[in-house]
């Protein structure tokens, strides 16, 4: 059996790809676009998490549309080029979101997607190092040996950690975030994500001393050496090639595809491009099943090349339609963020001391290099997931849910996005879900304003958890090497636009407030200039960036409600051996990195198909 991964050598398509291949009677192929970086401390050294963004030895370098509502602002969105893709590429937190979110997915029509069906297989892909430190964070403590089992991996191949050196920033931050009412969550794995807590980072410790622990040192390390699989390197797949002639394609596409929604087309074969060469291409025969895990972005642009999605688009590109699909590449959704730093004294210990001092730096590059230890063997990130409850009024929270129920009966909303905003409206007065996630990181140089020489600073990321904007990413011409359309529609409604401006104001008051707030000397970007509600509506207009976390733009749900994907089986629709597995197939958002999520998705992928998943 030879089975294809067109776009897929990023993190779930190399997690399938080693689990189909533990079966020595299976072939696998994987093509990725991207080199394989070894030892590439761009990619290995967690201090250096964010220098490979936009660099095009690391980065698709994708960017959006004009953005209306941005003052038409055009925005990168960066994505792994590489093999483990954007797993290499990260801000390497391993989290999860609370348990509602997931079963949101199978309220919606994801059957089989839930927190129970998932939770073995987050557990699958880890093997977590127990935190050593646990008075870090007030009012912490030490999860339970039997809890930890329960919701903790102990023999997976990814290997997360927590940090071992933290700022004294730390507990006067924390003990703010406490006195405005969000408490901190000893263990935010276990179902209710919500609180400030201390984060897993995808750091190994144990086995790769201080390294990024990602898809292509992890499994692809595991299978790289079997006979069974092959890895086709600088090779992008443009195109999925289907049995049946054109005049057969054309007849039962419309007659069998669209009408009936039968499986009728088989994959047989995948087009590739080398990169960075001459342009040779060459063709990959498919025996048995083709599996697409090229992202939310670049699943959609391969399906579309080859013929799968909106025939208004497809004619418009010049692409002959065999699959009538309209939802490939609608329900675009990211978290937008909003970055703010702030000038704190310099006696305190944060990463601006690898800026300011060079025997410093010296020292820590010195030690990293001999034990894999010292402060570039860390990314300290302090998480705040809060609902809206715990840190706005009742008055705020009442304004937003009007506004949501505008967009559901709002005319012309198409059926999935009415139920979407449904479920979105709940979420905004539950408990256990959050709606806006702060990220604290004791540092400054991550915004436009850049640090001056000598300063320390904390930076605080505001970022949107349901955000009710839905955008798109579609193909405009039939050229398999342009980049796609990306349209994520940021901030096109007031829900969004309302939770952006008080997200931004609070960050503020939390640097003000005991007993983070004497500790702070000013607020460097956007400044303190920015006092009215217009001028932090410009500041969200134009400060604005991805958190890197695009989905659901082929999704797991019913074909009549606009999903691209059979949630039982991942097969695109109309299709007989067309799969996909990756971030593209979640239906909705989720509060968390979807790092981890993406993992856990492609290991219950693995075993549906195998046919190890009851009932399928």
Known sequence: M?????????????????????????TVAVIEAGPHHVNEPLVDTPEFFSRALGNPAFDWRFVTTPQVNLDNAVLPQPRGKMLGGSSGLNFIVWDRASQREYDAWEQLGATGWNWNSLLPYFKKSETVAPQLQTDIFPEASQPSEASFDTFHGRSGPVQPSYNVIYSNVTVPYVETINSIGVPTNSDPYTGNATGVYNTEVAIDRVKNLGKRSYAASTYFNISSDRPNMSVFLSSQATKINFDLGDSIVSLLSSLLSSFLGLETMRAS????????????????????????????????????????????????????????LPAVGENLQDHPSFTQDFEVQNTLFTYDLLRNNATFNASQSAEYAESGTGLLANVQFVLTFSPLKDIFSSQFMSMVQEEATKLINAPGISSLARRQHRITRDFLTADDVA?????????????????????????????????FSRGSVHINTSDPLASPLIDPSYLDNDVDRQLALQGVKLARKITQTKPLGPLVISDHSPGANVTTDADWIAFTKNGLTTTYHPIGTAAMLPRELGGVVDPLTLKVYGTENLRIVDASLMPMLIATHPQSTVYAIAERASDIIRGRVFGL
């Open 2 to 26: 030879l089975t294809l991964y067109p776009a897929g050598g990023g993190t779930a398509g190399l997690v399938v790809a080693t689990r189909l291949s533990e079966d020595p009677g299976t």
């Open 269 to 324: 074969s995948v087009d590739v491009v080398a990169v960075g060469d001459n342009g040779t291409t060459g063709r990959i025969l498919a025996r048995k099943e083709v599996i697409v895990s090229g992202g939310a972005f670049g699943t959609p642009h391969l399906l579309e090349l080859s013929g799968i999605g909106n025939p208004d688009i497809l004619r418009e590109a010049g692409i002959q339609t065999l699959i009538d």
């Open 435 to 467: 709606n806006v996630e702060f990220i604290m990181f004791p540092g400054g140089g991550r915004t436009k304003v850049a640090p001056a020489p000598g300063s320390a600073y904390i930076t605080v990321y505001t970022c949107l958890m349901h955000p």
